[in-house]
Antibody, heavy 118, light 107 residues
Framework: EVQLVESGGGLVQPGRSLRLSCVGS????????MHWVRQPPGKGLEWVAG????????GYADSVKGRFTISRDNARNSVYLQMDSLTVEDTALYYC???????????WGQGTRVTVSS | AIQMTQSPSSLSASLGDRVTITCRAS??????LAWYQQKPGTAPKLLIH???SLKSGVPSRFSGSGSGTDFTLTISSLQPEDFATYYC?????????FGQGTKLEMK
């Protein structure tokens, strides 16, 4: 059974940093692109970042480019999101998702909540 | 970035109704579009990928169509468990982008 478990969320002040983690199990981790998607309270989904299996191709939403960095450690079956220079607009539930390339985001974690507030 | 315009933003319908949700891309994305369903307090669930391919296990009352810039999600006969919020996602080119969502409510 595929499982994705996010961690690392919490309350952080504006301007500070936070690192999210997502551990995958039940599939060959390095075969899949992994993504981060976020959802602000009461609002819609926003794609944040994606990273290919061998870390060769990555992409970012315009709203986070230059502030967030996606990375992965395939030996640990983990993908990370380093979030710097956080603003209140980054407050959201952050999901990681497995991309069955060409077949959609077929598995999602339950999310980790990030609150940016002074 | 490619903009995804989803409509309507909300929709009231009754059990057994046929409903259609549309997404329009600001530029052509071939058939690189997926549809997701989200219920309150839960992660999104993939329904359809590649514009019209139903994910295994998803009921056949869900269908998708379209190519290029215009796409639709159709539910042929609403069931109680279908009342949720639906999102399209273009997965053609980075940055990927979601539509704004359609909240489907019971009339």
């Amino acid at each position: 059974e595929v499982q994705l478990v996010e961690s690392g969320g919490g309350l952080v002040q504006p301007g500070r940093s936070l690192r999210l983690s997502c551990v995958g199990s039940g599939f060959k981790f390095d075969n899949y692109v992994m993504h981060w998607v976020r959802q602000p309270p009461g609002k819609g989904l926003e794609w944040v970042a994606g990273l290919s299996g061998k870390s060769l191709v990555k992409g970012y939403a315009d709203s986070v480019k230059g502030r967030f960095t996606i990375s992965r450690d395939n030996a640990r079956n983990s993908v990370y999101l380093q979030m710097d220079s956080l603003t209140v607009e980054d407050t959201a539930l952050y999901y990681c998702a497995k991309d069955d390339t060409g077949f959609g985001f077929d598995n999602w974690g339950q999310g980790t909540r990030v609150t940016v507030s002074s | 970035a490619i903009q995804m315009t989803q409509s309507p933003s909300s929709l009231s319908a009754s059990l057994g109704d046929r409903v259609t949700i549309t997404c329009r891309a600001s530029e052509a994305i071939r058939n690189d579009l997926a549809w997701y369903q989200q219920k309150p307090g839960t992660a999104p669930k993939l329904l359809i990928h590649s514009a019209s391919s139903l994910k295994s296990g998803v009921p056949s009352r869900f269908s998708g169509s379209g190519s290029g810039t215009d796409f639709t999600l159709t539910i042929s006969s609403l069931q109680p468990e279908d009342f949720a919020t639906y999102y399209c996602l273009q997965d053609s080119i980075y940055p990927y982008t979601f539509g704004q969502g359609t909240k489907l409510e019971m009339k």
